[in-house]
């Protein structure tokens, strides 16, 4: 990751180098915060934030999880993201807010600490890269599994969760994998580390519901509202592992990885082995819609200029 010039800290642009936290930040300890991230894409209108608010507003929901007070609103927060970017250049392409309990206390109580908040970007490029973007990414289906819902909130994208979901991305990785799968705690598919999982049965897509303990990820719900435009049904269900070797079609949505098709699970080849045409036609109709291609959607785009 290559460094850009500034980050947002609680109100000020901070050098990269300087953008620092104590080493008994709270937030650091037990994983008490919440955070975001969003795309950054190039139209010919010239830079724009896709769906910046939506991902605002879901990170203050997520807080209100945890009990942790935002001091600024949403407004000002939003436009907080824009003038990270504006800083930081052209090359940026993800931007990662991150708010957390601060420093005052070790105990797990953190009811008197203060909250901190900050903004970063950054240039990410394809998540998985180039080849699995283009071809499809290999999964395994990981031995951890989702906590159940009784065990954490799982509907908020809160930092302490993502334990559980860096155990398997190392488990896939240790394998030869691109990306694991994760079942949720009574052995149905959940989602990936970092994306939902999307599945297609003779011209019909499923997808998990909430239930399932997965994110309610933004780019997933960008694919339930596009799916109808293009003659495509999306029904939430329980899906079983088995139900995915003998799918069509398999693909991955998250704003890091986009519309990711899977073209291999533990071994077995999805379909017919290679991206299959839903799933390449929902990421041509995503791409679009990130490039400001589709006025049906370009209120999903705050441009920078």
Known sequence: MEP??????????????????????????????VFEGIRVYETAKGQAIFRLRDHMIRFYDSAKVIELKIPYSLDKLCEAVKEVVRVNGPKVDYIRPIAYYGTGAVGLNPIRLPTKVAIACMFMGPYL?????????????????????????????????????????????????????????????????????????????????????????ITRDSILQLAPDLGFGVTERNITRSELFVADEVFLTGTAAEVLPVREIDDRPIGGGKPGPI???????????????????????????
């Open 4 to 33: 850009t010039k500034k980050i947002w800290m609680d109100g000020k642009m901070v050098d990269w180098e300087k953008a620092n936290v104590h080493v008994l930040t709270h937030g650091l300890h037990y994983g008490g915060g």
């Open 129 to 217: 890269g180039d080849d699995q973007q283009r071809n499809g990414a290999r999964l395994i289906t990981s031995s951890w599994e989702k906590p159940s819902n009784r065990a954490a909130a799982l509907n908020a994208k809160i930092c302490g969760n993502y334990i559980n979901s860096v155990l398997a991305r190392l488990e896939a990785v240790r394998k030869g994998a691109d990306e694991a799968l994760m079942l949720d705690s009574v052995g149905n598919v959940a989602e990936g580390t970092g994306e939902n999982l999307f599945m297609v049965k003779n011209g019909r897509i499923s997808t998990p519901g909430m239930a399932s303990g997965i994110l309610g990820g």
């Open 279 to 305: 799933s390449l036609k929902i990421q041509r109709a995503f791409s679009e819609v990130t490039k400001g291609k589709n006025k049906k959607y370009a209120h999903w785009l705050d441009y920078l200029k």
